[in-house]
């Protein structure tokens, strides 16, 4: 299964700025999905991601504050703009792959802003 | 849509056995996962069964799939304050459709 390299691996922002949380996957895959995790919840998932095309954002979620890059096969970014607090999350990008061992995660960018 | 579900908390005390129950609405589902996440941490795949199959066991792993009730369940032997973290279940369709998860169990072992 492909292994995720994910950073950063946490920051603390000021609230108006953006960051980009990278992905970098060992292997070429199809699909990456970006998800955030708010403190002691489950995942949702922010958007699919399939390079060559726009990514496909879930209810809830723009493009506008949430734009996603999907430059080629192993590389996928996730921008969160013009931040406020309520963006203090965990934020992870996934692969899709094969089953069954296809869906790998980074570790996890943990994102807080002041 | 696709919709898991499972228990929020668990208590056990280490030494003994733990199960974590998910309910699971898609009947199409290939496989099924169970993940792992520790504080701090990003999901590990900890097992997966096949839609075909009723039990797995993975060293103190056991899975039990009930496909007519559509219920999933883990049971950790021996449980460990290792063992301590938050467990998901999740449903992936196929490799390439998100997956859905269900809102984690948390999983406290009392030493």
């Known amino acids: 299964s492909a292994v995720i390299s994910q950073k950063p691996s946490r920051d603390i922002c000021q609230r108006g700025t953006s960051l980009t949380i990278q992905c970098q996957v060992d292997?070429?895959?199809?699909?990456m999905f970006w998800y955030r995790q708010q403190p002691g919840q489950s995942l949702t998932l922010i958007a699919t991601?399939?390079?060559?095309?726009?990514?496909?954002?879930e209810s809830g979620f723009v493009i506008d504050k949430f734009p996603i890059s999907r430059p080629n096969l192993t590389f996928s970014t996730l921008t969160v703009s013009n931040m406020s607090p309520e963006d203090s999350s965990i934020y992870l990008c996934?692969?899709?792959?094969?089953?069954?061992?296809?869906?790998?995660f980074g570790s996890g960018t943990r994102l807080t802003v002041v | 849509g696709e919709d898991v579900e499972q228990s929020l908390f668990l208590s056990v005390r280490e030494g003994d056995s733990s199960v974590i129950n998910c309910t699971y609405t898609?009947?199409?589902?290939?496989?099924l996962y169970w993940y792992k996440q520790e504080p701090g941490a990003g999901l590990q795949l900890l097992t997966y069964?096949?839609?075909?199959?009723d039990m797995k066991q993975d060293q103190r792993l056991t899975v039990l799939l009930n496909k007519k009730d559509k219920h999933l369940s883990l049971r950790i032997a021996d449980t460990q304050t290792g063992d301590s973290a938050i467990y998901f279940c999740?449903?992936?369709?196929?490799?390439?459709?998100?997956?859905?998860f269900g809102k984690g169990t948390r999983l406290s072992v009392i030493a």
């Open positions: 996934s692969a899709g792959g094969p089953l069954p061992y296809g869906y790998t």
């Open positions: 292997s070429q895959v199809t699909m």
């Open positions: 991601a399939n390079q060559g095309s726009e990514a496909t954002y």
């Open positions: 898609d009947s199409s589902s290939t496989y």
């Open positions: 069964i096949f839609s075909n199959m």
């Open positions: 999740a449903d992936p369709h196929s490799g390439n459709t998100p997956l859905v």
